[in-house]
């Protein structure tokens, strides 16, 4: 059963000629011939968003992002980050903001509105030895590419026989958003996690967001980063230890968000957020819930979530996706077939967006998106309450 906002019980291609003259023109030289004359630039002269992205131990999550990017582009020439407004505009989300100015045309490139154009090219670039980071504007966007990063990106270490790494980062916004409707408003996770040769990560807070995003341009193979536009405007304390430019996260580890002992909560992206609330909700009447931060869907740390369950005896699930065949859904499949399902008390339940499109309508909307209070609900429906 699918309610709105409640829960359920249980051929590849190359890049043509036409990419591969831009890839000679424009990205190969900044790397072997590192040219500095700026003068030839067809771009016009940088002055725009001349203000510093915020740091210090409260980091917004746009701003852990930025300097992700911004401590990877100084670390290694062979990054570049490439996009619709990456550069003059600072980003549709400002998480570019001034990069260009500091890195120049050939690091930070505006595209035009192609994303199987330009994420071509990214995609022939890391065959060649660069590291792109595409930005999508959304990931809902990225189906206009799917064929580049799945056909070509995804398969071509394999089909090559272990020979050709693609080095390559897909990031932008995914999944719940506020008045912009369905096509722009739909989780991605499971998709892209359904496709093996990707790794695909959702990070949470700004510690995810940075260490998680220098993981990924680091890593040898593609990886699909999926944010959320509702958390970029959050502030998050951040460690010193973070906080350092040589601090990277293992991809493929989860993280205790917040420890308890009655149930567990597993989430990914916003939905550790409205997971949060609801723990909150929950203490007041005495129920402990501990939270499992997946930060990454693929590959999926099932030991962190059997290691809890074995704890608290119950699981409950949160995504902001549809239902069926959610991450949700293979987390349910993998407990059933490991070694903590019969640690359970009770049958798992997946809380998770409506089995609708997103509706435009603001009351509508937030019927559809699972909230704390479902989450709650769900928690008491699991301990009989």
Known sequence: MAAASSFVLTRVKLPGT???????RHLLPSISAKETNRSRSIFPARHLSTTPPALGQNVMVRDALNLALDEELERDERVFVMGEEVAQYDGAYKVTRGL???YGDKRVI??????????????????NGL??????????????????????????????????NVPIVFRGPNG?????????????????????????LSPYDSEDSKSLLKAAIRDPDPVVFLENELMYGTNFEVSDEVMHKDHVAPIGKARVQRVGRDITLAAHSIGVHFCVEAAEMLAKEGISA??????????LDMDAINESITKTHHLITVEGGWPQHGVGAEICAQVVEG?????????????????????????????????ASVVVDAVKRVLNK
């Open 110 to 127: 505006d595209t035009p509105i192609t994303e199987m154009g330009f994420t071509g090219i990214g995609v022939g670039a890391a065959f």
């Open 100 to 102: 260009w100015k500091k």
């Open 18 to 24: 036409k990419h591969v003259r831009l890839l000679n």
């Open 176 to 200: 719940c958003a506020k008045g912009v409707a369905a096509q722009h408003s739909q989780c991605f996770a499971a998709w892209y996690a359904h496709c093996p040769g990707l790794k695909v």
């Open 290 to 299: 501990e939270i499992i931060n997946l930060r990454s869907i693929r590959p």
């Open 131 to 164: 590291r792109p980071v595409i930005e999508f504007m959304t990931f809902n966007f990225s189906m206009q590419a799917i064929d580049q990063v799945i056909n070509s990106a995804a398969k071509t270490f394999a089909m090559s026989g272990g020979v050709v």
């Open 339 to 371: 070694p903590a399902f019969h640690f359970l008390d009770a049958p798992v339940i997946r809380v998770t967006g409506a089995d609708v499109p997103i509706p435009y309508s603001k009351h509508c909307e937030h019927v559809a998106t699972p909230q």
